[in-house]
């Protein structure tokens, strides 16, 4: 029996065509791309996120010599969200890049150990988090949930 899986996303021009709290956390994103160590590739992401007590964070990629050992804007972010608002949910969360090898004007998706670690937070507190995907310019995409990004993610579920 073959099954199909889709989902439904917003594609905007860019970013003024979100609402004015969308806009400012991908504003904070994009400026996150400045705090990020990326001597290797030259690849900055920023993320930011919105959180459920009004709280704006923020994280960017840091590399490291040992390739295996930097980690991703995304789990940054939550890594510092588990730590400072462990009782807090993300609402909606930003996600953007810089690099001197391309237009930046194309939107951005995490990488799949991001996305699984996004789909666990979102499990772990059962509230979807919205994604605003973006360059530092063009178009913008905005996804109702991470499981939207990851539909056969892992949720522990065959654990218990």
């Avoid at 994280?59 to 995304?74: K, L, T």
């Avoid at 953007?96 to 237009?103: G, Q």
Wanted: with cysteine.
């Amino acid at each position: 029996m073959k099954q199909q899986f889709s989902f439904e996303f917003d594609y905007l021009d860019d970013i003024s065509h979100l609402d004015i709290k969308d806009a400012d956390l991908l504003n904070k994103a994009i400026q996150a791309t400045k705090t990020a160590f990326a001597p290797y590739s030259n690849f900055k992401v920023g993320a930011a996120a919105l959180l459920s007590n009004g709280q704006i964070v923020i994280g960017s990629n840091q590399e490291s010599a040992s390739y295996p050992v930097g980690i991703c804007a995304e789990r940054t972010l939550l890594n510092s969200i588990g730590s400072q608002f462990p009782n807090e949910t993300i609402l909606s969360m930003a996600i953007s890049y810089d690099s001197p090898k391309t237009a930046c004007n194309e939107p951005i998706s995490p990488c799949g150990m991001c996305r699984q670690s996004l789909l666990d937070y979102e499990n772990r507190y059962q509230a979807a988090i919205k994604i605003i995907l973006a360059g530092k310019t063009g178009p913008v995409m905005v996804v109702k949930s991470v499981k939207d990004l990851l539909p056969f993610g892992f949720d522990g579920s065959v654990l218990k």
